[in-house]
């Protein structure tokens, strides 16, 4: 017992030495193509035009030299607080839609569920509905959101529904594998014994799997949706709606304390998502 305790420690601390070994590698490999191969000169970004460039920036930001003031204007702060909610709407509308998918699918998405081993029941159909679905995720996550904004908005006009619709299609497959894979992990013996003594599927599902999933769930759940919030700006580059939309025209037109608005009105969503998405977790736990 001793014996194979000692290997499985060792096999575990050549695992974990070849990673730092290889992360090691790939760093020194990285920065040496950039200096080396790209030729590139870092210290040359500190020169005095870029200084320049810097300075002006972030002094507008506070206001320096800008004729309007956002931040201290409250029509400024009407229009920018109702755009924080309609970000707000979009990442919600977006988790709502990538979980209602997720839970119809996550099911037969489970390998322990396709091969029989989880119910103790085998069925010819539950793999090629496994290899559907799976594929169905590794497709969906592998198209980033900007990319999936950009074919929805060219199909419907721009508004927060399509950025939501981006935003839950990107992270539905993204939630769904995570999903899928805590059920792969969950203890079987509960749903076995369930399966033995003749429970139907739903009750093998609402009695064995549900309670043993939802907490791992929630916190999946809850984690993407922190993502979908911050990424609510960048689909919202496309025309996709809510602060990133004007973010980026207030960009365009230099209006740098607007983009400090904004930023600011960014981070108090992100720390109230936060909040609450941590009360959440330790509320289920």
């Known amino acids: 017992m001793m014996d194979k305790k000692n290997t499985r420690k060792k096999n575990i601390l050549n695992i974990n030495t070849f990673s730092i070994v290889m992360a090691i590698v790939l760093i020194a490999g990285s920065w040496g193509y950039i200096i080396i191969g790209e030729n590139a000169d870092f210290f040359g970004l500190f020169n005095e035009t870029n200084a320049q460039y810097a300075k002006k920036f972030f002094g507008g930001l506070i206001g320096l030299g800008q004729d309007h003031i956002a931040f201290t204007d409250p029509n ?138 939802l907490p791992q769930f929630l916190s999946y759940i809850l984690y993407r949706w922190e993502v979908i919030m911050r990424t609510t700006i960048v689909v919202g580059f496309v025309g996709a709606g809510g602060l990133g939309q004007q973010f980026k025209l207030s960009m365009s037109y230099f209006d740098y304390t607007q983009i400090t608005l904004l930023l600011i009105c960014y981070l108090v969503l992100v720390l109230l998502a936060d909040f609450f998405s941590e009360a959440s977790r330790k509320a289920v736990k």
């Open 76 to 213: 400024s702060w009407k229009e920018s607080i109702k755009l924080t909610f309609e970000t707000l709407q979009m990442s919600i509308i977006a988790i709502g839609i990538a979980t209602i998918i997720t839970l119809f699918t996550v099911i037969p998405a489970a390998r322990n569920v396709a091969d029989g081993s989880l119910t103790l029941t085998k069925k010819w159909y539950r793999w090629i509905l496994f290899g559907i679905i799976r594929i169905f995720y590794i497709f969906s996550r592998a198209v980033p959101e900007l990319l999936w904004a950009m074919i929805i908005v060219f199909i419907f006009k721009p508004g927060i529904l399509p950025g939501a619709l981006a935003l839950a299609l990107h992270n539905f497959g993204i939630l769904g594998k995570l999903c899928a894979e805590v059920i792969e992990d969950l203890d079987e013996r509960p749903v076995r014994n369930l399966s033995s003594s003749g429970a139907s599927k739903s009750q093998i599902f609402l009695y064995g799997v549900i309670p043993s999933v």
